[in-house]
C-alpha cells in the first residue's frame, strides 16, 4: 500500500467505525431476535460473492456501489454494516456512504476472510450453471430478469390445460424460457388436422396422446424443462390435486364445464389463469387472479344455452391466430412469475388479425360473484353441462 | 346513430358485418332497432326479456351491468360492444 492509500484509509477510519465478526455476529443474532434493524451488504465482487457470502447479506459489488445502494437501501437513517475479503474494500466503501449521507455506516474488520476462520455461518447462492449462462444469456442482459428472474423460472411451474392451438406455441416459449417445470393436460391423440396450427406435433406423432408428443418437443428443446404429463381430462375428481403443484395455469380448454372448473378451483387454490380463446381472425386474452380482478363466472356467471352457442360448431380458425394468442399467454405467464409489469388483469385484450387490431376492454370484479364474491362459495357452484357436446 | 361492434360469433346473424348501425337513445332502444334489422341477434343476444348473462354489453368500453343496464343512455357518437361467451378456445 503507497503512501496516498494509506492517507485515505486513514481519513475513511475517521469516518466509519470498525467492528470485528463477532460484533457483527452478535448484531445479526439480535437482529434476528427483532432487536435491531441493520443491514449487512456485500462489497465484494460476483467471483467473491459466488463462493459465499453471510446469510442475509445484500449483494452491491463496489464498483456499482454508488449507483446501486439507493435502491438497494433507500433509508439513509438504517444502520449499514459493510464488508469485503479483508476490511479494506469495505472501509473506503463506507466512506462513500458517508458522503452520500448514510447516516450509520459501519465497516467490518477482517472482512468475509475473518467470519469464515470464526467458523460462522457461510451461506451458498444459487447461480446457473455454464450452459445455462449461455442459453439465457439474452435474459441475463435484461435487469426485470437477469440471473434472479431466471432462476426463478427455472424454479417455477407452468400448467397448460390442453397441448393443442393456444397450448402449443405457449409451452414451446415457455420451455425455451426455461420454465422449469411444465405440466400437460391432455386426453387427445394428435390428428393431422391439428398440424396446422398445433407446432409441438409433427407428423410422426400422429396417433400419439398429445401430452406425450408435447414432453418429446420440449424435452428436445431445453433439457433444462421438465415435463409432467397427464393423458386425462380435468373433471371434479382430480383439478384440485393437479393444479395445487402450478404457480400459474394456462387455459386453452375448449369448452364451458373445464373453464367454469378450473375457474372455481384456481379462486379456492389461488392460483392466477391465464385465459386465451381464439375464433377465426380473432383472439383475446386476459388474467384471471383471485381475489385482485374478475374471475370467469364475473364475466359470464352462466353459459349459453347449447342451441345458442354459435361458437361450438366447426368454426375453423387461422393457423397463426392460436400462435399469436398463446404467445400473449406465455408472455403475461412470464410476468406472472417474475413479478414484473402489468399483467391484464381485469383487461380484455383483444385481437383482430384481419384489421391488424389490438383493442382493450375493461372488465368488473363482481361483488355478488358466486364464485369471488363477498359471500362466494367457489367449492359448490354448478360447472354446467358440456353445451358443445349436446349440440354436437 | 350508435354504432355496434359484433363479436366474431355473431357476424353470421349479421350478414358478416363486423360493424352495423342502429338507432335509439337508450340500449334497450339500440338493441331493439339492431334485431329489427337483423331478427337472428335477437335470440344469440337476448332471448328473454332481461339482458342475457353470457353476453357482455358494453357501451364506449364500459360494461353496462355497471352503467344503468337497458335504460342505459347511448348517443349517436357512442359504440356498442356485444361480446357472447365462447366456446372455442385452442384444443379442438
Redesign the interface.
Known sequence: MGEASREIMRRARELVPEWTPDQVHEALKRKGEGAQDLVLVDVREKHEWNEGYIPGALHVPRGYLELQIEEAVPDKTKPVVLYCAGGVRSLMAGATLKQMGYQNVISMAGGFGQWRARGYEVAQPRTLGEAQRKRYSRHLLIPEVGEAGQLKLLDSRVLLLGAGGLGSPAAYYLAAAGVGTIGVIDSDVVDESNLQRQILHNVSRIGKYKAESARETIEALNPDVKVITYVDRLDETNVARIIADYDVIIDGTDNFPTRYLLNDASIIANKPVVHGSVFRFEGQVTVFKPHEGPCYRCLYPEPPPAALAPSCAEAGVLGVLPGVIGLLQAVETIKLLLGIGEPLVGRLLTYDALAGEFSELKLYRDPQCPACGENAHPENLPTYADVCALSA | MATVRL????R??AGGA?QVSAQGNTLAEVLADLYRQYPALK??IQ?EEEL?????V?VN???V??LQGLQTAVGPNDTV?L??????????
Open positions: 363479436a366474431p360469433v355473431l353470421a346473424a363486423k335470440e344469440q332471448p342475457s348473462r353470457f353476453v357482455n358494453y368500453d364500459q360494461d351491468r355497471y360492444i361480446l357472447p361467451a365462447m366456446a372455442g378456445g385452442g384444443q379442438e
